[in-house]
């Protein structure tokens, strides 16, 4: 089922099984009409259903505005902190001071948000942090995202390999320094075969696995090509992937899932938000995974 119409890519979604502040589902997404980056800007949704979706309000459903100079705010990542019961919205900001930076806000209403904080910066070549995913395990915080200009082909990629930072604390200690902190996730095959990589991605966890989802690109461009596959890991960085994308569908880019586990029928439900490419729309789709 297609959401919020033409012109909108990078959903990340939350689901809460108890209504925060009035809505089981929130999201955070950018406006991308014809692929032009100037409205690429983390803009939020909530839901009750999943598919139905309103701006919590129309003056403020915008995070953050536009930045100046050419710059752009791309790949939003929500994450629920319960230590103050808020959602944090993290992006990449793209073209500040000639390199790029992670940034967040913060809600605790889901209409009123916080001003925006940096969170880490890194130059435009040797690194990035691309479609920064946070997620939260045993009281420690990781942010995964694909890094660019490996000087080593891989298992599973060309130039672009997935990394993940690891802190302390929620919005500082993160390094995006490829030999301080910033450490290669292991793919042992590649399902994507030699003429893709990986382009973007989200991670999450489920009882004791992590669980990630990578968007690929055909090598050296920017997203085309896409197809969707997920792997799992035991530590979070040694993945393993199914051989096969999740659906035999191509252009898919930048998209959202929320797995739930049915320990009863040991089958792995997932719930995504599929964006696509070609037109810059998002789907709702479920499909279930039998796991052994």
């Known amino acids: 089922m297609q959401l919020l119409g033409i012109g909108w890519t990078h959903p990340s ?3 809460f099984p108890v209504k925060w502040n009035g809505y089981f589902y929130w999201m955070a997404i950018t406006p991308y009409p014809n692929g032009d980056n100037q409205w690429e800007n983390p803009t939020s949704f909530c ?16 995070i953050n505005l536009p930045p100046t100079g050419g710059a752009y705010n791309s790949d939003p990542s929500l994450f629920y902190n319960a230590a103050d019961n808020s959602i944090y919205c993290f992006w990449r900001q793209n073209g500040v001071e000639k390199g790029r930076a992670l ?4 809600t605790s209403d889901g209409v009123n948000w916080s001003e925006k904080k940096l969170v880490c910066s890194w130059p ?15 009281g420690k915080f990781y942010c995964y995202g694909v890094s660019t200009d490996e000087a080593a082909k891989g298992s599973y990629f060309t130039e672009r390999a997935i990394r993940r930072m690891s802190s302390d604390n929620l919005t500082t200690g993160f ?8 450490d290669l996730v292991k793919i ?20 004791k696995v992590w ?19 997920m792997g ?47 037109t810059w729309t998002v789907y709702h789709d479920y499909f279930s995974i039998k796991v052994k």
């Open 103 to 106: 940034f967040f806000e913060k």
């Open 211 to 229: 669980i990630m989802l990578v968007a690929t690109t055909n090598n050296g461009l920017y997203g085309a090509g896409g197809r969707l596959f």
């Open 13 to 15: 979604v939350l689901h």
């Open 124 to 138: 435009a070549k040797s690194v990035d942090v691309i479609a920064p995913s946070i997620i939260q395990d045993e």
């Open 47 to 62: 839901s009750n259903d999943g598919i139905n979706w309103r701006e919590p309000d129309e003056k403020t459903a915008v």
């Open 188 to 207: 042992a095959n590649r399902p994507w075969g030699e003429t893709q990589e990986p382009w973007h991605l989200e991670v999450r966890k489920v009882n």
């Open 232 to 278: 799992y890991s035991t530590d979070g960085l040694d993945f393993t992937f199914g051989e096969r994308p999740i659906a035999d569908i191509k252009a898919t880019y930048k998209s959202s899932f929320i797995p739930t586990y049915d320990p009863k029928n040991q089958v792995l439900n997932v719930e995504l938000w599929r964006a696509m490419s070609d």
């Open 175 to 182: 390094k995006p320094d490829k030999a301080n902190g910033y």
